[in-house]
Each structure stands twice: as structure tokens, then as C-alpha cells.
């Protein structure tokens, strides 16, 4: 079945970076699109970033990258100079039979348990 486990969060300082690991199974992983998606405390989820695991289609905010490994068949998120609204649980999430990946949560079909993040001072 599809699995999709988030890691890497923690509490961080202002200013500071964190590296976010989506590992995946049960799928081809080079046919997905993964999304990471931000839930701050009291609001909606919101994007952050999405790639094409094949190639081709990468789309992420500022101050964030994405990329895939598909030797290790996970997607990592890194997050540059924190702010405390970056706060909150971030998921990753994977939707199927298109390249061009959505930033609307409901188009996704899976989805992991999330890791906080946490950035105050």
C-alpha cells in the first residue's frame, strides 16, 4: 500500500534552516507527484512545494527547495532562515496520473502524518 513518512522537523531559531524528508513505498516512485503542504495552528493548509518525481516539474516558494532521490525513493524539503510564521505541521502527500502537479490539497491522494516545525526565539 502506499506509505509516505515525513522526519526532520524539530524546534528552530529564527534565521535558521531545516531539512525535511518525505520517504515513500508502495508505488512507482519516478510516476508521482509529491506535495508538501504547511498547516499552521488555527488555519488552513496551505502548498509550500511539489515536484514531479520523474522530472520536470518543480514549484516551490521562496526560501524553500525541493528535490527528489530516487535511489532512496524520498523527496526532500529544505527550508532557509525560518521565520516563526513558518510554524506548523508540515505533510507531504502524493497524487497520480499527472506531470503537472497541483497545489490544491484535495487533488492529493495520500498523505503522511506529518512533522512539526516549530521556530521561535
Known amino acids: 500500500q502506499v506509505l509516505l513518512v515525513e522526519s526532520g522537523g524539530g524546534s528552530v531559531k529564527p534565521g535558521g534552516s531545516l531539512t525535511l524528508s518525505c520517504t515513500t513505498s508502495?508505488?512507482?516512485?519516478?510516476?508521482?507527484?509529491i506535495g508538501w503542504f504547511r498547516q499552521a495552528p488555527g488555519k488552513e493548509r496551505e502548498p509550500v512545494a511539489q515536484?514531479?518525481?520523474?522530472g520536470g516539474f518543480k514549484n516551490y516558494w521562496s526560501r524553500t527547495f525541493i528535490s527528489a532521490d530516487n535511489a532512496k525513493n524520498t523527496v526532500t524539503l529544505q527550508i532557509n532562515n525560518l521565520k516563526v510564521d513558518d510554524t506548523g505541521m508540515y505533510y507531504c502527500?502524493?497524487?497520480?496520473?499527472?506531470?503537472?502537479?497541483?497545489?490544491?490539497?484535495?487533488?492529493?491522494?495520500?498523505w503522511g502524518q506529518g512533522t512539526q516545525v516549530t521556530v521561535s526565539s
Open positions: 502527500a502524493a497524487e497520480f496520473g499527472t506531470r503537472i502537479c497541483s497545489k490544491r490539497d484535495a487533488a492529493y491522494d495520500y
Open positions: 508502495g508505488f512507482t516512485f519516478e510516476e508521482a507527484c
Open positions: 515536484i514531479y518525481t520523474g
